[in-house]
């Protein structure tokens, strides 16, 4: 299959740049502008078909011009986008059984970074164009496809520029395709079916930065209250009182939709999520952190330092403190929160770097109706029978966050079947994917074009 071929030359680009340089940088940019050269040689009928607009490295864009033209009526003429991004996270060599980026394929497995996250959805995207342009297939709707370049440093040069383009051409979309979401093998336990966790609304993104400040001096002639004594004990308090639980509708749907396939002793407890929900709280903790996180705004300690030698006192000590939070917390009332649990003036807390609020779930898209739907369950049905498709809340964020404002429907789900033992390679070691994964991929988008 030449998917394969094609995923592991992709592979081979270096698109796992560290941190984020100002625009402009030749040498950061030149393996993402490779990787964009890459797709037009690869894929030559669809570029003869399709608009290409490469915005920078980090962005490019195509239209793939539909059959009807304005000719479908009642606004359903609106195209749908398809978003994807090319660079990848840094792959620690040493950990690794294989090389992280020679694409190497064994035992049915393409190995390498990005193999799920996400250069297989991208691939898998333009073959599946690529195939129905070399038949002389044309959408019902135009197709779009957004694909950005540092998707993994929060995309400001990337899908934020992107959206801001589509906005200045007036464009919106029917529906939004986004990475979130796969189909689950076992990621409950003494639960067999299959699940498709199709993302329809995404948990918010806040990092905040608490300092204390104190004199630098020699640490022979230490002060008697240290701010690393008041920073441990901000820190201590955020541990002890979390986020209140919560229970949002699309959660609600999730739980009562898988439950007609969880085991006896505790489907009655899902069914009704709402009238047992003390009981469905500690559930979700024993069902693991992707469900406990899934009923509040969580709260992880994520960087920590003082001084830098020691026998220095630090003029200043600081923690980052990184929040996701669960609609309707939004950036702003979840810093009360903080600071209210912290309640000590001498710790300061800020902002540190992008911020956003949740992406809440639309009215159809909770009552489980439009176009975006019928195409993704027809889809999903078609190519993968015998899975239950449950709607689904993103707790990690996506670049789709940047398009909000131009869709009512903005989903989140890529068409891989994985373990749990897999989907924990994405972002750790010995990244994978299976042929067979990247197989049914590129059929689904196949049906999933044509349903468009
Ligand atoms: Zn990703």
Same mark, same amino acid.
């Given at each position: 299959?030449?998917?394969?071929?094609?995923?592991?030359?992709?592979? $081979?680009?270096?698109?796992?740049?560290?941190?984020?340089?100002?625009?402009?940088?030749?040498?950061?940019e030149?393996?993402l502008?490779?990787?964009?050269?890459?797709?037009e040689?690869?894929?030559?009928?669809?570029? $003869?078909?399709?608009?290409q607009?490469?915005?920078?490295p980090y962005?490019?864009?195509?239209r793939?011009?539909?059959?009807?033209?304005t000719a479908?009526?009642?606004?359903?003429?609106?195209?749908v986008l398809?978003?994807?991004?090319?660079?990848?996270?840094p792959?620690?060599?040493?950990?690794?059984?294989?090389?992280p980026?020679?694409?190497?394929?064994?035992?049915?497995?393409?190995y390498?970074?990005?193999?799920?996250d996400?250069?297989?959805?991208?691939? !898998?995207?333009?073959?599946?164009?690529?195939?129905?342009c070399?038949q002389?297939?044309?959408?019902?709707?135009?197709?779009?496809f957004?694909?950005?370049?540092?998707?993994? $440093?929060?995309?400001?040069y990337?899908?934020e520029?992107?959206?801001q383009w589509?906005?200045?051409?007036?464009?919106?979309?029917e529906?939004i395709?986004?990475?979130g979401?796969?189909?689950?093998?076992?990621?409950?336990k003494?639960l067999?079916?299959?699940?498709?966790?199709?993302?329809?609304?995404?948990?918010?993104y806040?990092s905040?930065?608490?300092?204390v400040a104190?004199?630098?001096?020699h640490?022979?002639?230490?002060?008697?209250?240290?701010?690393?004594?008041v920073?441990?004990?901000?820190?201590?308090?955020l541990s002890?009182? !979390?986020?209140? =639980?919560?229970?949002? =509708?699309?959660?609600e749907r999730?739980?009562?939709?898988?439950?007609?396939?969880?085991?006896?002793?505790?489907?009655?407890?899902?069914?009704?999520?709402?009238?047992?929900?003390?009981?469905?709280?500690?559930?979700?903790?024993?069902?693991?952190?992707?469900?406990?996180?899934m009923?509040?705004?969580?709260?992880?300690?994520?960087?920590?330092?003082?001084?830098?030698?020691?026998?220095?006192?630090?003029?200043?000590?600081?923690?980052?403190?990184?929040?996701r939070?669960?609609?309707?917390?939004?950036?702003?009332?979840?810093?009360?929160?903080?600071?209210k649990?912290i309640n000590?003036?001498?710790v300061?807390?800020?902002?540190?770097?992008?911020a956003?609020d949740?992406?809440?779930?639309?009215?159809?898209?909770a $009552?489980?109706?439009g176009?975006?739907?019928?195409?993704l369950?027809?889809?999903i049905?078609?190519?993968f029978?015998g899975?239950a498709?449950?709607?689904?809340?993103?707790?990690a964020?996506?670049d789709?966050?940047?398009?909000?404002?131009? !869709?009512?429907?903005?989903?989140?789900?890529?068409?891989v079947?994985l373990?749990?033992?897999?989907?924990?390679?994405?972002?750790?070691h010995?990244e994978?994917?299976?042929t067979?994964?990247?197989?049914s991929?590129?059929?689904?988008y196949?049906?999933?074009f044509?349903?468009?």
């Amino acid at each position: 299959m030449e998917t394969i071929e094609h995923l592991r030359q992709a592979l $081979r680009i270096r698109t796992d740049w560290p941190g984020t340089v100002p625009l402009g940088n030749i040498e950061a940019e030149a393996p993402l502008k490779q990787f964009q050269d890459y797709l037009e040689k690869t894929y030559p009928a669809f570029h $003869r078909v399709a608009e290409q607009r490469v915005l920078s490295p980090y962005a490019v864009v195509y239209r793939w011009p539909s059959n009807a033209g304005t000719a479908l009526e009642g606004g359903k003429n609106k195209p749908v986008l398809f978003l994807a991004h090319y660079d990848v996270v840094p792959a620690e060599q040493t950990k690794w059984t294989v090389p992280p980026f020679d694409g190497e394929l064994r035992d049915g497995y393409v190995y390498g970074r990005g193999a799920l996250d996400m250069k297989n959805t991208l691939i !898998s995207l333009m073959d599946a164009a690529e195939e129905l342009c070399t038949q002389g297939f044309s959408p019902r709707r135009e197709i779009w496809f957004a694909f950005g370049g540092d998707e993994e $440093r929060n995309g400001t040069y990337g899908a934020e520029k992107i959206a801001q383009w589509f906005a200045s051409q007036n464009l919106r979309f029917e529906w939004i395709l986004d990475e979130g979401g796969v189909i689950a093998e076992d990621q409950i336990k003494d639960l067999e079916k299959p699940l498709a966790l199709v993302g329809i609304e995404e948990k918010g993104y806040l990092s905040l930065e608490l300092s204390v400040a104190q004199a630098p001096g020699h640490a022979s002639k230490p002060p008697r209250i240290q701010a690393a004594a008041v920073l441990a004990r901000a820190l201590t308090r955020l541990s002890k009182r !979390s986020f209140p =639980p919560r229970l949002i =509708p699309t959660v609600e749907r999730f739980f009562i939709g898988l439950a007609p396939f969880a085991p006896k002793k505790w489907a009655w407890v899902i069914r009704y999520p709402r009238l047992f929900f003390p009981m469905l709280a500690v559930l979700a903790d024993n069902m693991g952190s992707d469900f406990s996180a899934m009923l509040r705004t969580t709260v992880a300690m994520t960087q920590l330092e003082g001084s830098a030698a020691d026998n220095v006192m630090p003029s200043l000590v600081r923690a980052v403190i990184n929040l996701r939070l669960l609609y309707p917390w939004k950036v702003e009332t979840a810093v009360g929160f903080i600071k209210k649990t912290i309640n000590d003036d001498r710790v300061v807390v800020k902002i540190h770097q992008l911020a956003t609020d949740p992406v809440p779930a639309t009215e159809a898209q909770a $009552r489980r109706v439009g176009p975006g739907w019928e195409a993704l369950e027809e889809a999903i049905e078609e190519i993968f029978p015998g899975t239950a498709i449950l709607p689904y809340l993103m707790t990690a964020t996506t670049d789709s966050r940047h398009y909000q404002t131009l !869709s009512e429907g903005i989903f989140r789900f890529a068409p891989v079947c994985l373990k749990k033992e897999e989907l924990a390679r994405i972002h750790g070691h010995d990244e994978r994917i299976s042929t067979k994964n990247l197989e049914s991929g590129v059929q689904f988008y196949i049906r999933l074009f044509k349903n468009a």
